[in-house]
C-alpha cells in the first residue's frame, strides 16, 4: 500500500489501467514502494511533503490546504486557465510509466499481447515506452498546475520547494 495510490487504483477500467496475464509480471508493487515517495517529494520539495503526509487519513489529506492541491481543480491564474488532474492521478501516471516503460508486448484494453503470427514482429519496447510516456507527461502537467497553484499562495505553503518535472519522449533514431 502506498502513501496516496494502492496496486488496486491501477486494475479499474481507464487510462491508468496496467492489464496483467500470462505475458506480464507488473511490478506494481515494487514501482509503488520504490518510487511513490520520491515522485510526492520532488512535487512539494521534502519538508512540504513531510507535513502533507502527516495530515493523511486513509491515504486523503484532511486539511483544506492539502486537500485543494490534492484533488482535481481548473482555476485560472494571471489570464492563464490551469487544471490538475489531483494529485492520485498525477502519481498513477508516474508509477505506470515506470512499470511499462520497458515493456516489450501489447497493452490493449483486453490485456497484454505478443505478436506470435509468422508474419508479424514482436513490437519493440519502444511503441510501450510511447504509450507510458502519454500517462507520465498527463501527471507532468497536473504537477505543474499543482506547483503554479502553490506558488500563487507562498504564504499558505511556505515550506514548499518543488522540483520540475521533465518531459518524457522517446528517442527518434
Known amino acids: 500500500m502506498g502513501v496516496i495510490i494502492n496496486e488496486t487504483d491501477f486494475e ?4 491508468y489501467r496496467i492489464p496483467s496475464d500470462q505475458y506480464s509480471e507488473s511490478g506494481l508493487t515494487e514501482a509503488i514502494t520504490l518510487h511513490e515517495e520520491a ?3 520532488c512535487l512539494l520539495g521534502v519538508e512540504l511533503y513531510q507535513l502533507f503526509k502527516d495530515d493523511l487519513s486513509g491515504q486523503v489529506p484532511q486539511d483544506p490546504i492539502y486537500e485543494d492541491i490534492f484533488n482535481p481543480f481548473i482555476t485560472e ?19 505506470y510509466w515506470e512499470v511499462m516503460k520497458d515493456r516489450s508486448y501489447v497493452t490493449k484494453e483486453s490485456g497484454n499481447h505478443t505478436m506470435d503470427n509468422e508474419n508479424a514482429q514482436n513490437l519493440s519496447s519502444y511503441n510501450n515506452a510511447m504509450v507510458s510516456e502519454k500517462r507520465f507527461n498527463r501527471g507532468r502537467r497536473s504537477a505543474m498546475a499543482i506547483q503554479q497553484f ?7 505553503y511556505p515550506t514548499y520547494n518543488g522540483k520540475e518535472f521533465i518531459i518524457k519522449y522517446s528517442a527518434i533514431l
Do not use: A, R, T, W
Not at 479499474?12 to 487510462?15: A, N, P, R, S, V
Not at 490551469?82 to 501516471?93: D, F, L, R, T
Open 77 to 95: 491564474i494571471d489570464d492563464q486557465v490551469i487544471q490538475s488532474e489531483g494529485m492520485k492521478n498525477m502519481v498513477k501516471g508516474f508509477i
Open 12 to 15: 479499474e477500467e481507464g487510462f
Open 39 to 41: 515522485y510526492l517529494s
Open 150 to 156: 502553490i506558488c500563487e499562495y507562498p504564504e499558505v
